[in-house]
């Protein structure tokens, strides 16, 4: 009982009550935190809403003249589109208020917290429903499959789930996230109250797990750089061409809901998609280390370049080293052959009998030192080109060693992404085996269970189909015997029968002929008669009776 005296019920975390309860009860309700805020929603009218309105592309999912379970009513809005379908709609809603206000449009509206109470405890026993809907609902609970698995137990034969869901792999959400902005919201994707973010592949990973196949996939959608309460605010100008011309370029940038319709999965089934799925996921797993492999060989060949290019500095350096020595060697001869030529000029004064001999040996000096000076400028040439290509070299081994640094950094954030995603992949494959394990036990314990009642019943039926085959028998028996008993009975009368025939044929044979002689008789005696009557008319006696006749009146009688 509340503190206000009403009498309530209340199981886990679960209330429950007629939509119809007293203010004083909801009120207490919501103070006690068991229900949520809902934003003011204008009167919803079927008429004024578009094809991009997440209403209209669920409603047209749900089709019409159908048992609905709403979850997350609210006030009935959507209850009140469906009803003028001709739909017959349950509504299951956190906030009393809310549930209340459904009811004027649902045959009945529960108070619950789905996300601690079960179906089970909320709805009646043998409720059954031709479709489950989840109007942006799933990204609310804690555990949205366990939801989804208990709906698969209220559907009626050929029922099916609806459900609309945000995309959080918007083009907003995604350059928010580029600018280091991840901010809630009171409404929209980054609701304040949401607990789980999806991405149309997350969905159908969920809805396969829980048991569905999505059967179909619409979507309602919103321009990135539109201004809107849904979205976070950003600007074009705040980023640079490339990255938006990028987010933009996703067919799925400008999604901001995707709204499902899922059919259940037999288990069989369920099995079989989940084992295709994890033959899919480990196929780009396999795909991904083939990629790392390939990128590791790149890697190894750019170290390889960059060892090679080290090496081929190195002898350029040792090269220039060789070369400043012969220049330096050169320019030390240079210099030497200018001071005998010196020398050899301050003597000539002296000495002109050594004046040819210098000449010749000045000529041969002057030659000597012309081709030292063309040495000279040969070696500089060299050395400048030496020098330009080393510079060359220095300015591709310094990029290349920027690019090693690059390809190792991106690398390891790429390895440990990697690990970081094999591992979570990791995690959720080992908890589908062991939910598939656990299927494939029931499976096999079901299939053993079968068997066994299907051994038992050809047991069953193998002992009454001898037990008939037995009475079969005595019975094919019994018509033996009585057939041969028959078959003497007829040969039997078969003969009688030809006896009787036989005397028949004599007997008709005897008649024929007394027949024959008495017609003969009969016949000679006519003959005899008609003579006998011919000659009585014809007589004297005949005629007086005749004259008597006619006197008398009378008529004449011929007498035999």
């Not at 012309?370 to 070696?379: C, M, N, S």
């Amino acid at each position: 009982m509340s503190p206000l005296g009403f009498e309530y019920e209340r199981t886990s975390h679960l209330f429950v009550f007629e939509a119809d309860a007293p203010p004083e009860l909801i009120m207490f309700l919501e103070t006690h935190g068991q229900s949520k805020a809902y934003p003011a929603h204008e009167e919803v009218d079927a008429e004024q809403l578009d094809a991009n309105n997440s209403l209209t592309v669920m409603a047209a999912l749900v089709g019409e003249g159908k048992r609905v379970l709403d979850m997350g009513c609210a006030g009935g809005y959507f209850a009140k589109l469906l009803s003028r379908r001709a739909c017959e709609v349950v509504g299951i809603d956190v906030n009393p208020s809310a549930a209340e206000e459904a009811s004027r449009f649902c045959v009945s509206a529960y108070t619950a917290d789905i996300d601690r109470a079960t179906l089970r405890e909320i709805l009646p026993e043998g409720s059954r429903f031709d479709v489950v809907v989840f109007g942006d609902v799933l990204e609310h609970l804690r555990e949205p499959m366990r939801l989804l698995e208990e709906a698969r137990l209220f559907l009626a034969e050929g029922g099916y789930v609806v459900a609309s869901i945000p995309n959080v792999a918007h083009g907003a959400i995604r350059l928010s996230l580029f600018a280091g902005a991840f901010n809630y919201q009171k409404i929209g994707i980054l609701d304040d109250t949401h607990l789980r973010f999806f991405t149309v592949k997350t969905i159908e990973e969920m809805f396969v797990i829980a048991g569905f196949r999505l059967e179909r996939v619409e979507r309602t959608k919103l321009p990135v750089f539109e201004p809107s309460d849904l979205l976070p605010r950003i600007d074009r100008g705040d980023f640079l061409d490339s990255v938006a011309d990028e987010v933009l370029a996703d067919p799925e940038s400008d999604v901001l809901q995707f709204i499902v319709r899922a059919q259940p999965l037999a288990e069989e089934a369920r099995l079989r998609l989940v084992v295709e799925r994890f033959l899919e996921v480990n196929a780009q797993f396999e795909e991904s280390r083939r990629r790392l492999a390939r990128r590791d060989a790149d890697l190894i060949s750019e170290r390889a370049r960059a060892d090679e290019i080290a090496r081929e500095l190195e002898r350029t350096r040792v090269h220039l080293h060789l070369a400043d020595t012969e220049m330096r060697k050169a320019q030390a001869a240079n210099a030497a052959t200018v001071e005998e030529l010196r020398k050899a000029i301050g003597c000539l004064g002296e000495a002109e009998r050594r004046g040819i001999v210098l000449e010749i040996e000045h000529g041969t000096l002057l030659a000597r030192v012309e081709r030292l000076v063309d040495e000279r400028d040969r070696l500089l040439i060299k050395i400048h080109a030496e020098e330009n290509h080393a510079k060359e070299l220095r300015l591709r081994a310094e990029a290349s060693d920027r690019l090693v640094d690059e390809h190792t950094a991106a690398l390891e954030r790429r390895e440990s992404e990697l690990t970081k995603a094999l591992e979570d992949r990791a995690n959720e494959l080992r908890v589908h085996a062991e939910s598939s394990e656990r299927l494939i036990a029931e499976y096999t314990a079901a299939l053993e269970r079968r068997e066994s009642e299907l051994a038992k019943a050809l047991e069953d039926r193998a002992n009454e189909l001898r037990v008939h085959a037995e009475a079969s028998d005595r019975l094919v028996a019994e018509h033996a015997a009585a057939l041969e008993r028959r078959d003497g009975e007829l040969a039997k009368a078969l003969s009688e029968i030809e006896t009787l025939r036989a005397r028949a044929k004599h007997a008709e044979r005897l008649l024929l002929d007394q027949v024959e002689s008495a017609t003969a008789d009969s016949q000679a005696e006519s003959a005899r008669l008609a003579l006998l009557i011919d000659t009585v008319q014809s007589s004297w006696f005949w005629r007086l009776k005749r004259r008597l006749a006619r006197i008398l009146g009378r008529p004449v009688v011929a007498t035999t």
